[in-house]
């Protein structure tokens, strides 16, 4: 089969591959697409984690089961999958309270075992009992189901910050987990929704109809985000880009007693963040992390796409094909499209 090899930085290489064999417990689907995520991004620049030097990367992905081992039980031959890449072990401090995410043996489907860039993908069958292989709800298009997976996440975080009715949100970073939180946000009922970015994709970001947008550029967030809220400040404000710096403009638009959800992970060789405490001891405000998600996060990202209440349409600008995916993860680093897709 055809697939993209990581094989280091900045190198991709698309190469016929062996597939490996379908155990007893294990299935094979041939992939309909795989979305260029974030972190796939991050990988091609800065390495694959835990030292792995090579593999074939991509967790965005949906597809058909095309193979079935003989004690699977639950997946038959042309079942329509939507995959997450997260697999726990089961049985550590976390998993045993169903932190999943947070598990400490936590691995990835596109780090550990071969990924969604390739015309098809083993799944062994510990990937299949400890991750987040799930059915595709009728009404849901393959191509659609490509983005349940961050959208997961986005779902996860808004629950870990209990966002809901008549909350106002500030979400800082435009890119399609900005826009994600936008979409969801106002599902969850949100009364105004404010979002900070550097605009490089202005016209796709105003598609989803945020109450108001403000240039980062050029305008100091914070104060604008008073003037919008009467002087008050947002309920919560969400950090959804790779940015130190936008972490202290967040501390500094929310109200009192408001939140701050750091989503989005920045460099690893500059993590340090500078927020001023005074804000946080005095406000009573709160700081929490979010990353990853739950099984039920994934099944939500699902129906959510069923109902519309998500928009893939909006996100998937553009599609190539697994032979130009270098020129794919050059588009998706330029911020040209919001969301691309590899199609085999
Ligand atoms: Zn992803
Ligand atoms: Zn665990």
Redesign the pocket.
């Known amino acids: 089969m055809k697939a993209a090899l990581f094989e280091g930085l900045e190198k991709l290489v698309v190469k016929e591959m062996p597939l490996a064999e379908c155990g007893p417990g294990d299935i094979i689907i041939k992939i309909y697409a795989c979305?260029i995520?974030?972190?796939?991004i991050r990988n091609y620049y800065n390495g694959l984690r835990h030292g792995i030097k090579s593999q074939v990367i991509g967790?965005?992905f949906s597809g058909v089961v095309h193979e079935v081992g003989s004690e699977v039980k639950g997946y038959e031959v042309g079942d329509r999958i939507a995959a997450a890449?997260d697999v726990s072990c089961g049985e550590c401090y976390y998993c045993k309270r169903g932190w999943v995410n947070l598990c400490n043996d936590h691995k990835m489907i596109g780090t550990h075992w071969p990924g969604g860039f390739a015309e098809y993908i083993h799944i062994p069958a510990l990937v299949i009992s400890r991750g987040f292989i799930h059915h595709i709800p009728e009404g849901v298009s393959l191509e659609a189901a490509c983005l349940s997976?961050?959208a997961s996440?986005v779902i996860a975080g808004l629950e870990r910050a209990q966002f809901g009715l008549g909350d106002s949100i500030l979400i800082l970073g435009d890119g399609p987990i900005g826009c994600l939180h936008i979409e969801a946000a106002r599902a969850l009922g949100a009364a105004k929704i404010i979002i900070s970015g550097n605009l490089r994709r202005l016209e796709s970001l105003e598609k989803f109809h945020p109450d108001f947008i403000i240039d980062a550029s050029s305008e100091d967030v914070p104060s604008r985000v008073r003037e919008l809220t009467k002087g008050l400040g947002v309920d919560l404000a969400i950090c959804a880009n790779p940015v130190v710096a936008t972490q202290e403009q967040a501390v500094q638009s929310v109200r009192k007693r408001g939140r701050v959800v750091l989503f989005g992970g920045v460099p690893k060789t500059a993590p340090i963040t500078q927020l001023n405490s005074n804000s946080i001891h005095y406000n009573e405000l709160e700081v929490v992390g979010a990353f990853s998600y739950e099984t039920r996060h994934h099944l939500k990202a699902l129906e959510a796409i069923r109902t519309k209440a998500l928009s893939p349409e909006l996100y998937f600008t553009k599609t190539v094909s697994l032979d130009d995916i270098n020129e794919g993860f050059k588009s998706a680093r330029t911020g040209k499209a919001l969301k691309i897709l590899v199609k085999p």
């Open positions: 979305g995520c974030g972190g796939d967790h965005e890449p997976e961050p996440s």
